[in-house]
């Protein structure tokens, strides 16, 4: 018997949108230090008590907003198709799974992630990519063959990802997800130029 989450009412869903959406908005257009619970409630077309049934102040908005977004990610990347192969198939795919989710939510990203101003979630998706870049680092037989400390592997990885997510947001996604996703392989595995 499998144990699925409960289902969340949708109109309760449909208000933490809303609330999302309005401090995205507002987030574009003034400093967070000046984003009240008030503004967000009138963007978001609720009252204020409506947004203290969801959330007990902006922090706590914003620690749950960067819950979701993780699980939105790990959501995305979870459904993998069989028939990838290599490790290099399975690294391309993975990575423009994650990058189409950026795209597809870029007006969310930018103020989230192209912005010195929220560090808590850039923080979240680090933490999640050094783990997804452990895994990597683990079974890499090059790391430990070319006398490469697994920890500065592993930061060098996850900073050099978190670095280009946030360079292409900022830069209005020039390049396509398939695109950045295969220059960013070829710039991490040299492997690849040997095909």
Same mark, same amino acid.
């Given at each position: 018997?499998?144990?699925?989450?409960?289902?969340?009412?949708?109109?309760? @869903?449909?208000?933490?949108? %809303?609330?999302? /959406?309005?401090?995205? &908005?507002? =987030?574009?257009?003034?400093? *967070?230090?000046?984003?009240?619970?008030?503004?967000?409630?009138?963007?978001?077309?609720?009252?204020?008590?409506?947004?203290?049934?969801?959330?007990?102040?902006?922090?706590?908005?914003?620690?749950?907003?960067?819950?979701?977004?993780?699980?939105?990610?790990?959501?995305? @990347?979870?459904?993998?198709? %069989?028939?990838? /192969?290599?490790?290099? &198939?399975? =690294?391309?795919?993975?990575? *423009?799974?994650?990058?189409?989710?950026?795209?597809?939510?870029?007006?969310?990203?930018?103020?989230?992630?192209?912005?010195k101003r929220t560090p808590i979630f850039t923080d979240r998706l680090h933490e999640m990519l050094s783990k997804a870049v452990t895994l990597r680092v683990e079974k890499d037989p090059f790391i430990s063959k070319a006398g490469i400390q697994k920890d500065i592997a592993i930061w060098h990885g996850s900073a050099a990802l978190i670095g280009t997510i946030v360079a292409w947001l900022r830069n209005d996604l020039p390049y396509t997800p398939q695109y950045l996703a295969e220059q960013f392989l070829l710039l991490i595995d040299p492997s690849y130029f040997m095909d």
């Open positions: 018997m499998s144990q699925d989450k409960p289902r969340i009412d949708p109109r309760i @869903l449909r208000t933490r949108k %809303l609330l999302k /959406d309005a401090f995205v &908005d507002l =987030s574009q257009e003034m400093e *967070i230090e000046k984003i009240t619970v008030n503004r967000i409630a009138e963007r978001a077309t609720i009252n204020r008590v409506t947004f203290y049934l969801h959330y007990r102040d902006i922090p706590d908005m914003l620690e749950k907003m960067a819950e979701e977004m993780i699980e939105d990610i790990k959501n995305v @990347l979870h459904h993998k198709p %069989l028939n990838l /192969d290599s490790v290099k &198939d399975k =690294s391309s795919w993975v990575l *423009i799974k994650l990058l189409e989710h950026i795209a597809d939510n870029a007006k969310f990203y930018k103020v989230v992630l192209g912005s």
